[in-house]
């Protein structure tokens, strides 16, 4: 599975930004896709997860804020931030639950910077 990111880039503080990931390959084995961040000097964490089993889940740190979204059409998933804020300021990954579950998949990473 490969995963391929867009969007990200400078917003100020309030404002809103998308990113978009294009997941081909093996994408039938696809079980759930996401979204992760790591600012400088912090692990990566968990910023949103979709799945047709469990649905959507958040990191409380983004909910009411962030939606994620995915075209199983389109192997595509979407995460639209909203109300950005400094803290939000991090790389993006995109990541695929993939081979019926097994195995983990990376994009290469957006940045996105929200200035105050």
């Known amino acids: 599975v490969q995963l391929v990111e867009s969007g990200g880039g400078l917003v100020q503080a309030g404002g809103s930004l998308g990113l978009s990931c294009a997941a081909s390959?093996?994408?039938?084995?696809?079980?759930?896709m996401g979204w992760y961040r790591q600012a400088p000097g912090n692990q990566r964490e968990l910023v949103a997860t979709i799945s047709g089993v469990a649905g959507t889940n958040y990191a409380d740190s983004v909910k009411g804020r962030f939606t994620i979204s995915r075209d199983n059409a389109k192997n595509t998933v979407h995460l639209q931030m909203n109300s950005l804020k400094p803290e939000d300021t991090a790389v993006y990954y995109c990541s695929a639950l993939a081979d019926y579950g097994t195995r983990n998949y990376w994009g290469q990473g957006t940045q996105v910077t929200v200035s105050s």
């Open positions: 390959g093996n994408t039938f084995s696809i079980r759930s």
